[in-house]
């Protein structure tokens, strides 16, 4: 379906790993590659992840992600204060011949 | 330094027209395909059109499709998009974006420049 499906919310503490789930179908994360944005509420995306598992230059490596069928994740290893923000993920969508982002995830470092 | 800077929102009442513009420096503009997210302050991003890089393929979201036109021009490195019949759900704040590396289309790798946006707001 032509629809990207994010956890409203994920939380941890300092030093733990989180994962954020992106789920799919067929049109859009099976034949296409998945990029993950990172925005800090009042500012503008910044790219995080593309190409499904590829880090942009300036992007720690506490950063990572994958992709298998029609879902990916992103795993943030090493939990920073910093690292609060809402995270999307993103895929070409063949149906729609256009970009189709998630609904969006806020972490919350507790 | 790479940036973009959208331009052109304001306040509009339902069913007028607006022209956004975005102005490209620090990099071959007419090397990357390009594309319009907007975001209800709030809420999630948006893909609303995107333009590869000699303006031969373009794309539009259904919900603005028959309505709103993207353009460039590559001589003055500017990006554009006309919105006309504007609904009260057309309100967001508007960002230009770059995509990434060399292909030129306006899908394909992530986009890896944005702008700040521009405000649209659609009200009576």
């Known amino acids: 379906q032509s629809v990207l499906t994010q956890p409203p919310s994920v939380s941890g503490t300092p030093g733990q790993r989180v994962t954020i789930s992106c789920s799919g179908g067929?049109?859009?994360?099976?034949?296409?590659?998945v990029n993950w944005y990172q925005q800090v509420p009042g500012t503008a995306p910044r790219l995080l992840i593309h190409?499904?598992?590829q880090r942009p230059s300036g992007v720690p490596d506490r950063f990572s992600a994958s992709k298998s069928g029609t879902s990916a994740s992103l795993a943030i290893s090493g939990l920073q204060s910093e690292d609060e923000s809402d995270y999307y993920c993103?895929?070409?969508?063949?149906?729609?011949?256009?970009?189709?982002f998630g609904g969006g995830t806020k972490l919350t470092v507790l | 330094e790479l940036q973009l800077e959208e331009s052109g929102g304001g306040v509009v009442r339902p069913g007028g027209s607006l022209r956004l513009s975005c102005a490209a420096s620090?990099?071959?503009?007419?090397?990357?395909?390009m594309n319009w997210v907007r975001q209800v302050p709030g809420k999630g991003l948006e893909w609303v059109s995107g333009?590869?890089?000699?303006?031969?393929?373009?794309g539009y979201a259904e919900s603005v499709k028959g309505r709103f036109t993207i353009s460039r021009d590559n001589a003055r490195n500017f990006l554009y998009l006309q919105m006309n019949s504007l609904r009260a759900d057309d309100t967001a704040l508007y960002y230009c974006?770059?995509?990434?590396?060399?292909?030129?289309?306006?899908?394909?790798?992530?986009?890896?420049?944005w702008g700040q946006g521009t405000t649209v707001t659609v009200s009576s």
């Open positions: 974006a770059r995509v990434g590396g060399d292909s030129g289309s306006y899908g394909g790798r992530g986009m890896d420049v």
């Open positions: 620090g990099f071959t503009f007419d090397d990357h395909g």
């Open positions: 333009i590869s890089w000699n303006g031969g393929n373009r």
């Open positions: 067929s049109s859009n994360i099976r034949s296409n590659t």
């Open positions: 190409s499904n598992t």
């Open positions: 993103a895929a070409w969508d063949d149906s729609l011949n256009g970009w189709l």
